[in-house]
C-alpha cells in the first residue's frame, strides 16, 4: 500500500474516505481479536460470574440473603461444588492466557512490547494525565488510540493481577492442609482475607466502575462493543476510534492481516438480537453487583 497518513481531527465520514483511498475493499471489516481471545474472554467472564454469586454467600453464611441464595442453589455443599467448578475453569483461562503471551516471546520477540501491545507506555500515561485534566475543569482532550486504549491496559493488568491473587489463596483454602506443610497456620487466614477481598474489588472496581461503561455504556457503543464477541468491526469505526494502528498498518502495508469478510445480513440480524440478549444479562448482573456493593459498604459502617 501506498505511505499515506491519516488526519486523526478529521470526521468518520472522513476516515471511511480515507479508506477507500488507501485501496481497502469496502466489504471487508476489521477483526480486532481472534477467537482464541474471544472464547477465553467469555469463559473468564462466565466463570468470574459463577464464582461471586456462589462465593459472596459462602462469604457471608449468617446473613439472611446468603441462606435464601444458598437453598435456591441446593445448600452450601452444591454452592461450593459449583464454585470449585467455575474456579478450574477460571484457572485454566489463566493458564491458557500465559501460554498465550509465552507463545508471543519465544515466537515473535519484540512484539509484546512497543505499539499494539498490552504494555503501557508514554503515550497512556500522557493519555491518562488529559483525561484528569479533563474532569478537573481542563480542556477536552482529542485522544488517539492505538490497537489498545489506556483504560484497557489499565483494566487488563488489574484484572490479570487480580485473577492471580484470587487463584493463589484459592488454592490455598482449597487444600489447607497442603497449605499448612510449608506455611504457618495464619497464612490461611490471610488467604481467606485477601480472597473475598480480591472478589470484591474486582467486582465493584473492574467490573461495576469500570468494565460495564466502557464495555455497554458508553454512547459510541451501546448497548455493547462487539468487538469481543464479533469478526470483525465496520472500517471507518475501526479508522476513527484507533487511528494510531491504522495507519501504521496502512504505512507497513499490514492492513490485509487483520481484515475479515462482512458478514451477511441474516448472521447480522441473528448477532443483533444476541447482543441484546448478552447486554439485559450484563446490566441484570451488574445491577446485583451494585445492590452488593451498597449492602456491603453498609455493612462496614455499621448501618446494618
Not at 488517539?144 to 484470587?166: H, L, P
Not at 481467606?192 to 480480591?198: A, E, P, Q, R, W
Amino acid at each position: 500500500m501506498a505511505d499515506v497518513s491519516i488526519d486523526t481531527r478529521q470526521s468518520p465520514e472522513a476516515i471511511a474516505e480515507f479508506a477507500i483511498a488507501s485501496a481497502v475493499p469496502r466489504r471487508m471489516q476489521y477483526r480486532r481479536f481472534s477467537a482464541f481471545q474471544r472464547w477465553i474472554h467469555f469463559f473468564i467472564m462466565a466463570s468470574f460470574t459463577v464464582l461471586v454469586f456462589t462465593g459472596m454467600p459462602l462469604r457471608y453464611s449468617d446473613e439472611g440473603w446468603a441462606q435464601w441464595e444458598m437453598r435456591q442453589l441446593g445448600g452450601a455443599p452444591t454452592a461450593g461444588i459449583i464454585h470449585r467448578f467455575a474456579a478450574i475453569v477460571m484457572v485454566t483461562c489463566v493458564l491458557c492466557m500465559v501460554g498465550f503471551f509465552t507463545g508471543i516471546l519465544i515466537r515473535r520477540r519484540g512484539r509484546f512490547w512497543g505499539p499494539g501491545t498490552m504494555v503501557p507506555n508514554r503515550s497512556d500515561w500522557d493519555d491518562l494525565v488529559a483525561m484528569w485534566r479533563w474532569f478537573l475543569g481542563g480542556p477536552r482532550p482529542v485522544l488517539q488510540f492505538d490497537r489498545y486504549s489506556f483504560y484497557e491496559k489499565g483494566e487488563f493488568w488489574a484484572a490479570s493481577a487480580g485473577v492471580s491473587i484470587m487463584c493463589v489463596t484459592g488454592a490455598m483454602l482449597w487444600y489447607p492442609q497442603l497449605t499448612t506443610q510449608f506455611l504457618p497456620g495464619i497464612f490461611l487466614n490471610f488467604a481467606l482475607v485477601n480472597h473475598s477481598g480480591g472478589a470484591l474489588l474486582a467486582m465493584g472496581f473492574v467490573f461495576v466502575f469500570w468494565h460495564v461503561f466502557h464495555a455497554h455504556l458508553r454512547p459510541e457503543v451501546f448497548p455493547m462493543d462487539k468487538a469481543m464477541f464479533e469478526s470483525g468491526l465496520p472500517l471507518d469505526h475501526y479508522a476513527h476510534e484507533r487511528p494510531l494502528e491504522y495507519e501504521r498498518r496502512v504505512r507497513e502495508g499490514t492492513l490485509d492481516e487483520v481484515l475479515v469478510p462482512e458478514p451477511s445480513a441474516r448472521r447480522r440480524r441473528i448477532e443483533s438480537v444476541l447482543w441484546w440478549i448478552i447486554t439485559i444479562v450484563s446490566l441484570a448482573v451488574w445491577a446485583a453487583f451494585v445492590i452488593f456493593i451498597f449492602w456491603w459498604l453498609g455493612h462496614v459502617v455499621g448501618l446494618w
